[in-house]
């Protein structure tokens, strides 16, 4: 009875099924074609970067064409065929279940007779169906979750590919910003976006680092034939600045960054948010130190605490190098900065370090359009820290004046009838009265420097450290932030800006700030600093889980392997953050201090699996570079980087990071995600 109420397929339905199955198989075929080009476009574009000469295959479809060329260009118009009399093509290349599918078609318009179970076609089982479904399903969400690398317009300009002339250089706070952002998640206050965005970030298994120090972008340059491997792996490949020439300076940068949840958590603790964490606990003049011409042999002066009117140390308000680029400061960069501030001059021959009590001067700018289309410095006024005018004059334009803007900048034709100092001469007067080691403040002071034609490495930008929108990029005016927390109206008349008045409500300002908080009249900082108190105040547990993402797991761990003894104040702050980790949890970060370059490589090589971020710190000894022997180094360093990439997991990261040499302040950075869009078959290649 039961047999009776089965339902037997009609022989359509059959065919159908079949057709189903084979389409199916053709499809599972196409996509292993396409992996395998893909596969081998991507190993091409490397060999032609490379520079070595490609062989084409004499079998391919492109060469038997061109191999059957006589003389005459072939024309097709498929847009203009019917469908069902396109050129059938009969490449042994096609998968045979869509070539069988042809032929059949062929053969029904001639003939009415169709045979299901012909020798041509793909016969598949119910059971080997569902298996390629089941791949083909599998091998789509693999695709969907990989995480890839993708450069934004900082990170195009900085590629090596790039003329030097035009190339503009990342920073090493890029790369830190990078890892951060790996090992926090999303939650990170540190994105990279400035230069590169990681699609599913949260979908990366590790991280690998490597820092190869003194080994600079001029050893690269020159060697750069040597590293064969390395360039089967690398796409990514960009001029990096780094710190000034000390050993242990890269490494002891990129860890003054959260390297785990604890010792996040443990920042947060302490300094309210880990916006504010970052800012108080990184150095903002480590890469300003490279770039400016600043006497790194006079030590700093360490004065007993900090002034009697600060709260926390001004340096933590000065621009990183990073802040200045992006904030259109002049800066004394290789490349297409160089081109553009080649007539800039700086405020002193040699400056000083910047300390916690280095003197403040506010200044700022009054301009003129001129017949150049561009403004032209008219005015200028600088205020000490005691609020005293120390220096105020007008300023004869190179060129003719087009356009006084007295709206804006005071100036009128008859202030400027008898002046006469030159732009040459206030540079030369301004560089007299500034000390060498003098903070300059100013409202977006990156406009009044261009003005003045000058450059200078420790500046506090008022429209940076106060924020009253909640975003970097929306800025408050001057006017704005004097009445809201000065209570002063400034620039309230029609005839124009006082140039004086400004300098003054700048001062005030920052020093307003000085007495209070870093977070005070940041509304980014507070705002982050008031959701973190929230958190700690319902103590859930949950809560607590999600606030860093991925990264709050115990088990996600980090090494650090290095030539040598690792700094004392990096030893310290993670001794902070195992104090703070429960009994029952792992030891968050662990330390591995090796005699050679070999046993760290081969000891990173062991734990990388092992940990969320591994970074190995090498040293590049001076005999080592020496023009004879640099291309047997750089042969070694190939196959370190080989060897470490193989212990890298699926959709691990890879960095690498080359620099710190005394000869060349520029480095390099490579950057390598291994999925199935990276050359996988590098992984068969034997490096002894």
């Not at 009399?85 to 062929?106: F, H, I, M, W, Y």
């Not at 909640?470 to 800025?475: A, D, S």
Request: charged share 30%; glycine share 4%; net charge neutral.
């Amino acid at each position: 009875m039961s047999d009776s109420k089965i339902k037997m397929k009609t022989s359509k339905q059959l065919e159908r099924s079949e057709k189903k199955k084979r389409k199916l198989a053709a499809l599972a075929i196409l996509v292993e074609l396409n992996d395998h080009d893909r596969m081998k476009e991507a190993s091409l574009v490397k060999l032609k970067r490379r520079g070595d000469t490609v062989v084409e295959d004499v079998n391919s479809p492109a060469e038997l064409e061109k191999n059957e060329d006589d003389g005459f260009q072939k024309v097709t118009y498929k847009r203009n065929l019917p469908r069902n009399k396109l050129p059938v093509q009969t490449n042994s290349d096609e998968p045979s279940g869509k070539r069988a599918k042809l032929e059949n078609e062929k053969k029904e318009d001639t003939s009415d007779e169709t045979s299901t179970n012909s020798d041509n076609r793909i016969q598949l089982t119910n059971e080997q169906c569902k298996e390629i479904k089941e791949h083909l399903r599998e091998r789509h969400r693999q695709l969907e979750s990989y995480p890839t690398l993708r450069l934004r317009e900082y990170g195009q300009r900085a590629m090596l590919d790039v003329p030097r002339e035009q190339r503009i250089p990342i920073f090493l706070t890029d790369v830190q910003h990078l890892l951060m952002s790996a090992v926090t998640g999303n939650k990170s206050p540190c994105t990279p976006e400035r230069w590169c965005t990681i699609n599913k970030p949260v979908r990366l298994t590790h991280s690998v680092v490597l820092i190869l120090e003194g080994f600079s972008l001029y050893h690269y340059l020159s060697n750069e034939s040597k590293f064969e491997e390395t360039k089967k792996i690398f796409d990514t490949r960009l001029e990096l600045v780094l710190p000034p020439c000390k050993d242990g300076m890269i490494v002891e940068d990129l860890t003054k960054v959260p390297l785990t949840t604890m010792q996040a958590q443990v920042l947060i603790q302490k300094h309210g948010s880990l916006e504010s964490a970052v800012r108080m606990n990184t150095d903002p003049t480590l890469l300003v130190n490279s770039i400016f011409p600043i006497d790194q042999k006079t030590e700093k002066v360490s004065k007993l605490g900090l002034p009697q009117t600060d709260k926390f140390p001004r340096t933590k308000l000065l621009l990183s190098a990073l802040q200045m680029v992006d904030e259109g400061y002049p800066m004394p960069l290789r490349g297409e900065l160089s081109e553009r501030f080649k007539d800039y001059v700086f405020t002193k021959e040699k400056y000083e370090p910047v300390t916690d009590h280095s003197p403040m001067y506010a200044v700022d700018c009054e301009m003129c359009r001129t017949t150049t289309g561009r403004n032209e410095l008219t005015r200028i006024s600088i205020v000490n820290e005691a609020a005293e005018t120390v220096y105020e004059t007008l300023v004869l334009p190179t060129n003719k004046i087009t356009d006084y803007l007295t709206h804006y900048s005071g100036i009128t034709p008859e202030l400027m009838r008898t002046v006469t100092k030159s732009l040459k001469e206030v540079q030369k007067e301004v560089s007299n009265l500034l000390p060498s080691d003098a903070i300059l403040i100013g409202q977006s002071l990156n406009s009044d420097l261009n003005a003045m034609r000058m450059m200078h490495p420790y500046v506090i930008d008022t429209s940076v450290c106060f924020n009253l929108t909640g975003e970097r990029r929306r800025k408050s005016k001057l006017a704005t932030l004097a009445i809201t927390f000065l209570k002063e109206s400034i620039q309230k008349y029609g005839d124009g800006h006082d140039s004086v008045e400004d300098s003054l409500a700048s001062l005030k300002l920052v020093k307003l700030k000085l007495a209070n908080s870093l977070e005070f009249g940041d509304e980014i900082l507070i705002q982050r600093k008031r959701y973190c108190e929230i958190l700690r105040v319902a103590n859930s547990e949950n809560i607590k889980n999600n606030m860093l993402a991925h990264a709050t797991q115990s088990d996600k761990r980090t090494a650090i392997v290095t030539v040598g003894t690792l700094n004392d104040d990096i030893k310290h702050s993670i001794k902070k953050a195992e104090e703070a980790t429960e009994p029952n949890v792992n030891t968050a970060i662990s330390i591995y201090e090796l005699d050679s370059n070999k046993s760290a490589i081969n000891i990173a090589r062991q734990i990388a699996i092992d940990n969320a971020l591994t970074i190995t710190n090498s040293r590049i000894k001076e005999e080592h570079l020496l023009p004879d022997i640099v291309p047997r180094t750089a042969e070694k360093i190939d196959k370190w980087i080989c060897k470490l990439w193989k212990s890298v997991a699926q959709n691990g990261m890879f960095v690498v990071l080359m620099g710190g040499s005394a000869e060349c302040p520029s480095g390099v950075a490579k950057v390598a995600i291994k999925n199935i869009t990276s050359n996988e078959s590098h992984d068969l290649v034997d490096v002894q």
